[in-house]
């Protein structure tokens, strides 16, 4: 902590917390979020339960519960995986890098809100540009911490560090929502580009990193 | 541990217990009492679910609802952070210590059920009090925390301690819940000088500190 | 762990793990079971939400939940704390351990049932056994882990330690139990009895310790 | 982390995690699972709460749910335990081991689905198969991060790590898997042959694994 105190404190005022709570806060907050997802599925059990219906029906019945399910499960998922990247080197967490990442958490938290009204209002335009500005939200301020994480670094290692800034997805969410705002017929197909966005991230991340990380050593 | 042992063990029984479980389980209380603050928005949406309405009545007819999710989000996550910084440098915790820390908890658990009640009393002048009076118990008794690991610090350290002791918000919270028993018609509106409390706690809160705190060496 | 290591794999089959993930998760699970608690509290409130019902109401109609509620917060809360100071020295632990623990857990993970229970049949004898019942298996168990606990330390350490294995709470829990079987019309009250613990584990304690705790080392 | 670098980064893109903050987080979504699977039996108390029911016929009621509340703890439990012991000596993680296990805890998070369908389908043949499949899904991923982490490991401690695969636990679920297609009315006994692995796993493991894994030193 020592070697990085001099040039990180000279930008912030100086009073910085070790990542350890942070960290391992975030990581409960996301597997609850992550786990309550399965608590709707659950719950429509008792209610659809019938001499007449069988467990097969439970499920062909309830498809966009089921489907928007998996894709918040496997999007939060995403999302933990890019935030353990994004702090695996941080030492020290200054003031606003919190108040980022508490923001962040809200957006986590808030998704199984969205969630839920798929499986309620499937081929609803609002749902759909709701969740999906949802998820541009998470990215938007996930990208905001990797840029926070970085400067807080370093010089040596910030340029050492892989792009882990997640601007790639970011980017791509910006562009789901466009698209919802001008053809929502299409649902939630275009989401599955997230998951084709590790080459893309590959050829985008480091322009869109070089734009918007001040380098931290002059 | 061994530096600081001596003079702590004289003012208590001795009996003193590393934090790093107590932070452990405090963070998974709190981040779980934040996740479930989520539950009650998504357990709503399939009781709207009709024909004719659409996700965004979801919201629309749920303003309140909304409302104390958000503000409870932010309330608990800025209780957090003051709990973080608070034990920041504690290395051990009496029973006293993980008495208050439990009472804290468990105003920290409470707070979905007067949440919950905001959403279907809005204008109850019960519901605001009672609402106002937890999260007034929860800031007094982390003033207490903060001057118990204060007073369980060699001398050095904690002169070196920034205020962190949240006796600002107690004193504002107290300040809001006479407002709620005078004038109950400002609602919760009041609330938001919470978001305020930065400057006030930097004028008051050392002086509030002075006199709570017994510097623990002479 | 190398200087605990030769006496401790003599009276087990040698294959020990290291105390903090289990530790961590048996955490997280108290920390999520003593946060569920307050679910039912939160889902009662928009079923008795009527234009002329007021907030207070919810609760002077719901005094047996609100009861049962902060008993069983206690309870978990003091089980917790009982078993950070058991496992506060170990540095390892055995499969037998990972078992008692495990069946622990369960008496926890199962408590939110029996809590729920008490709030729709007060005055139900079979319930009030069947909570009282389900604290004493829970007590019993940490006494169990206790002993296991101590008899992994080396000599001196296990000579050191204070009483910490709850006996005095299991021996008590036994007392109600009885209690309700002969005189069930007492209620929940002889439970009061369990925050008065403090001085008979002082005096209770060390005798039943010394006869279920088999000395380690000779 | 040095000494176990070289070897590794050979195989894969040199990308790799400590495994802390993964087991952390996999701890947590774990404990969440196994928590919540009390909240089913915890809701259907107030329906049932009846002038003339007390709280026996809640229990005698609700027989499969309360059976397969039990079970699902009893294999979460066991899951979690493997998962433990297959970590124990992992010092990096890969972005592999992340995926597969993210794909692990996605059938650890799911599980509560299929067990609210049993209480709700007790005889239902598809619920029985969905149930068990969920099971031998989820343990053979963790067969699969067995072999993962241990192929993470320098030769000679992967030569000394015990047979921790889990493989005896997933060919046994394929086999009960097999008898619920051909007799699904032995119902859910087969799979108490569970808690039998323990010696078959020391008989079949030891096979399986040196077929599965490849040594990562010549």
Known sequence: M????EDAQVDEQGDW????????????????????????????????????????????????AIGSFVLSFAVIARFWAAHHRVFDRARRVSHTLVGVNTAWLFTIVVLPFPTEMIASFPEDPFTLRFYVATLFASSALLTVTAVLVRRSLPGD?????????????????????VVTLVAPSLGYWPLLLLFLTSPI?????????????????G
């Open 17 to 64: 917390l070790g990542p350890e709570r942070l960290l391992a806060f975030s990581d409960g907050v996301v597997a609850i979020a992550l786990t309550l997802l399965v608590l709707p599925l659950a719950e429509l059990v008792p209610e659809v339960a019938e001499p007449e219906t069988s467990g097969l029906t439970v499920i062909t019945d309830n498809l966009a």
């Open 2 to 5: 020592a070697e990085a105190g």
């Open 201 to 217: 991230e590959r050829v985008l991340g480091p322009l869109v990193e070089r734009r918007l990380a001040r380098p931290p050593s």
């Open 157 to 177: 290692e910030a340029q050492g560090l892989r792009n882990t800034a997640a601007g790639g997805t970011a980017l791509l969410l910006l562009l789901v929502l």
